[in-house]
């Protein structure tokens, strides 16, 4: 048997076999590679899109913990007018831990870092506040326009991942306009500190379903 393939029709046998495997390995390890790379791209364009959802999801959470903070009147203790609470903790923004941000572009990745970074040096920057009355520093005009605009920029981000990855948001109740509230927030922030407006403690509403922070004195404890 091996003697065939020392004759000329062996030799010849031995080369067709070997350029006929070469061919076909020239065809199929293309197709390989290009099926290995869609594979990959598939992955990582999963994984984006989930990112993208865990974001979308965070950055609506910090949405609403901004426009109920900035409609939550401060509470003042009757017996200290220096003395003061809301009902509503300050907004945090929680965004994924060990994410890898590239699978959302550069840009988009800076913009979310940022944000959550800016939201970190509004609260060190009202906690530098001078709370002292009269004026408490215009801390509440302050933490009002300062959240009402991250607030703004976040649901700006977020519209743009949801037709970036194709994600859809559950739908909110109608009457529920946050961007038209945070808007107003902030021109109502800014007349109140340029001085249109008097400056002072706000007066909380009789009537109201909000959970009374400090005990009443005077008449209205009767």
Not at 58 to 86: H, K, Q
Request: aromatic share 10%; proline share 5%; with cysteine.
């Amino acid at each position: 048997m091996t003697q065939f393939f020392e004759t000329t029709q062996g030799i010849m046998a031995i080369g067709a076999f070997i350029g006929a495997s070469c061919f076909a390995a020239g065809a199929i390890v293309p197709d390989i590679l290009k099926l290995a790379t869609a594979g990959v791209r598939r992955g990582r364009s999963a994984e984006a899109r989930s990112l993208a959802m865990l974001t979308v999801l965070a950055l609506d959470d910090f949405v609403g913990a901004s426009y109920a903070a900035i409609n939550d009147t401060p509470e003042f203790n009757p017996m200290d007018d220096g003395e003061f609470a809301f009902h509503v903790p300050d907004p945090r923004l929680s965004l994924p831990q060990d994410a890898d941000w590239d699978l959302l572009g550069s840009e988009m990745a800076h913009e979310i870092l940022w944000l959550s970074n800016r939201v970190k040096n509004l609260s060190n920057a009202l906690d530098s506040l001078d709370l002292s009355m009269p004026g408490f520093d215009s801390f509440f005009e302050r933490r009002q326009e300062g959240y009402a605009g991250l607030a703004a920029e976040a649901m700006d981000i977020i519209e743009r991942l949801l037709v970036e990855f194709d994600l859809t948001l559950p739908a909110k109740p109608e009457y529920y306009r946050q961007r038209e509230g945070f808007v107003a927030a902030i021109q109502s922030a800014g007349e109140r500190s340029s001085g249109r407006r008097k400056t002072g403690p706000v007066a909380q509403s009789s009537g109201s379903n909000v959970l009374q922070l400090f005990p009443k004195t005077g008449e209205e404890a009767e």
